[in-house]
């Protein structure tokens, strides 16, 4: 299982086109093997400041979607929303190897 960390940094008065971007890229990615969940938090500190956090059950299956012709296609309309190029950032659980068990 992989935890996707997707950051994004919305220009001023864009939140609402945000909002409603990501909503649909949530439901086209609910459709796609192996998508496990997701959710879309918003900084507490920083309103503009958005962090959406998805599971899905393998690194390939997550590869798959982020390499999806209308994932690609919503993500250049979301860019356009944006102030920073969104930052990627991929968690897993420890490998037991790693860990000497």
């Known amino acids: 299982m992989v935890k996707i960390l997707l950051e994004r940094h919305c220009k001023p008065g864009k939140e609402g086109s945000l909002e409603n971007m ?3 890229l949530r439901t ?3 459709q796609q093997p192996g998508y496990l969940s997701g959710e879309t938090l918003v900084s507490i500190d ?3 400041s ?3 956090i998805s599971t899905w ?3 390939e299956t997550w590869k798959a979607w982020e390499n999806n012709r ?3 296609e919503l993500a250049q309309l979301i860019a356009a929303l944006l102030s920073d190029e ?3 950032r991929i968690y897993g659980p420890p490998m ?3 860990l000497n068990i």
Request: aromatic share 4%; proline share 8%.
């Open 22 to 24: 990501l909503i649909s």
């Open 28 to 30: 086209k990615a609910m």
């Open 46 to 48: 920083d309103p503009l």
């Open 50 to 52: 958005y962090l959406v």
């Open 57 to 59: 059950t393998r690194m």
């Open 70 to 72: 209308e994932r690609m």
């Open 86 to 88: 969104p930052r990627v």
């Open 96 to 98: 037991e190897k790693e």
